[in-house]
């Protein structure tokens, strides 16, 4: 079993740099690929982006390339989803997860219970 717990969403103007942050317990968390997805209003949930074990793998969406960082701590058992240049767009609950298929972006099994980000315009 893994738990996950995110932080660091709220109410950011666009253009803003919020920080996630997943914090992971249960299962060792330094073996594990974990990944980051989000869900609009109205919409499907979608991949974000996924990160190795090791750290040395990384995919993103093309609609967040460029403007995302995905990282882990191994030491502290947490990966970040740092966010910039946000858009409007963007406006979604992100979600961590655990396991994931890293090049597919296909979910794992566990999920925390999810973030809201709401970019104003």
């Known amino acids: 079993q893994v738990q996950l717990v995110e932080s660091g969403g709220g109410l950011v103007q666009a253009g803003g740099s919020p920080r996630l942050s997943c914090a992971a317990s249960?299962?060792?968390?330094?073996?594990?690929?974990m990944g980051w997805f989000r869900q609009a209003p109205g919409k499907e949930r979608e991949f974000v982006a996924t990160?190795?074990?090791?750290?040395?793998?990384?995919y993103y969406a093309d609609s967040v390339k460029g403007r995302f960082t995905i990282s882990r701590d191994n030491a502290k058992n947490t990966v970040y989803l740092q966010m910039n240049s946000l858009k409007p767009e963007d406006t979604a609950v992100y979600y961590c997860?655990?396991?994931?298929?890293?090049?597919?972006?296909?979910?794992?099994?566990?999920w925390g219970q999810g973030t809201q980000v709401t970019v104003s315009s």
């Open positions: 249960g299962r060792t968390f330094s073996s594990v690929a």
């Open positions: 990160i190795s074990w090791s750290g040395g793998t990384i």
């Open positions: 997860n655990a396991d994931p298929i890293l090049r597919s972006g296909l979910p794992g099994h566990y």
